[in-house]
């Protein structure tokens, strides 16, 4: 039974990390703070890069406060952390829309992170699947499409796209032999906990006839005594 336990844990916690969007927000404050520190170090003055790390801690605090309200209803619970897996997608397209785009904001990290991070952390890290994979990796393709237009970087993004989607498609795999095995050791508990309850039921009934047999018994021997008395 220990051993069944932790293993149920140990599933339910897999699920959990697959499945909330607390892990997403959390890796992307810690890899957009470590690029702004980078850019610091590398400019030798304070990055505007730090917008991100910034909006992914707002993004945290809103979503950990939100959460608490909600409860325990696990439909509830889904789709507040579908919303907000989508809204890290989103935030990282605004981000690349407002720094590079509208204020001009460039540093050279930006060829690393648009075509490399930010792809990785929407396929493997958000995405929940490959058609979610292939959703975010092609809009973030019509985004940074001025990166895109050489044939080298073209193919390079398309190449890591298909790593990225296959990736995902694995996840999602994992995640639902994870759900089914779940579902499948929580099934076996209960046929065996109603096994122990039957097998419990039937050792007192068996004990409740051998009980009444030895009844039966003394009784038949009391009568035949009386037979031999009376004979």
């Given at each position: 039974?220990?051993?069944?336990?932790?293993?149920?844990?140990?599933?339910?916690?897999?699920?959990?990390?697959?499945?909330?969007?607390?892990?997403?927000?959390?890796?992307?404050?810690?890899?957009?703070?470590?690029?702004?520190?980078?850019?610091?170090?590398?400019?030798?003055?304070?990055?505007?890069?730090?917008?991100?790390?910034?909006?992914?801690?707002?993004?945290?605090?809103?979503?950990?406060?939100?959460?608490?309200?909600?409860?325990?209803?696990?439909?509830?619970?889904?789709?507040?952390?579908?919303?907000?897996?989508?809204?890290?997608?989103?935030?990282?397209?605004?981000?690349?829309?407002?720094?590079?785009?509208?204020?001009?904001?460039?540093?050279?990290?930006?060829?690393?992170?648009?075509?490399?991070?930010?792809?990785?952390?929407?396929?493997?890290?958000?995405?929940?699947?490959?058609?979610?994979?292939?959703?975010?990796?092609?809009?973030?393709?019509?985004?940074?499409?001025?990166?895109?237009?050489?044939?080298?970087?073209?193919?390079?993004?398309?190449?890591?796209?298909?790593?990225?989607?296959?990736?995902?498609?694995?996840?999602?795999?994992?995640?639902?032999?994870?759900?089914?095995?779940?579902?499948?050791?929580?099934?076996?508990?209960?046929?065996?906990?109603?096994f122990h309850a039957q097998s419990s039921k039937c050792k007192?009934?068996?004990?409740?006839?051998?009980?009444?047999?030895?009844?039966?018994?003394?009784?038949?021997?009391?009568?035949?005594?009386?037979?031999?008395?009376?004979?």
């Open positions: 039974m220990r051993d069944s336990r932790e293993m149920r844990e140990d599933l339910r916690s897999t699920l959990k990390l697959v499945e909330s969007a607390q892990g997403p927000i959390l890796v992307a404050f810690l890899i957009s703070g470590w690029l702004a520190i980078v850019d610091t170090l590398m400019r030798g003055r304070a990055s505007f890069v730090f917008l991100g790390p910034i909006a992914n801690l707002i993004n945290l605090g809103v979503y950990t406060r939100t959460r608490a309200g909600i409860g325990e209803s696990k439909d509830k619970l889904s789709r507040h952390d579908t919303i907000f897996r989508y809204w890290e997608v989103a935030t990282g397209s605004i981000y690349v829309l407002v720094c590079d785009y509208a204020l001009n904001l460039h540093s050279p990290l930006d060829r690393d992170a648009f075509c490399f991070h930010l792809p990785t952390f929407y396929g493997v890290v958000v995405a929940q699947n490959h058609r979610e994979a292939s959703v975010f990796l092609l809009g973030h393709a019509v985004i940074i499409l001025p990166m895109l237009l050489s044939v080298h970087h073209a193919f390079g993004y398309l190449q890591h796209c298909c790593m990225l989607v296959a990736a995902a498609w694995m996840k999602h795999k994992l995640a639902y032999t994870a759900a089914r095995s779940l579902a499948l050791l929580e099934e076996h508990e209960k046929l065996q906990s109603n007192v009934q068996e004990q409740e006839l051998a009980s009444k047999s030895n009844e039966y018994e003394e009784m038949s021997r009391l009568a035949e005594e009386v037979v031999g008395i009376l004979a």
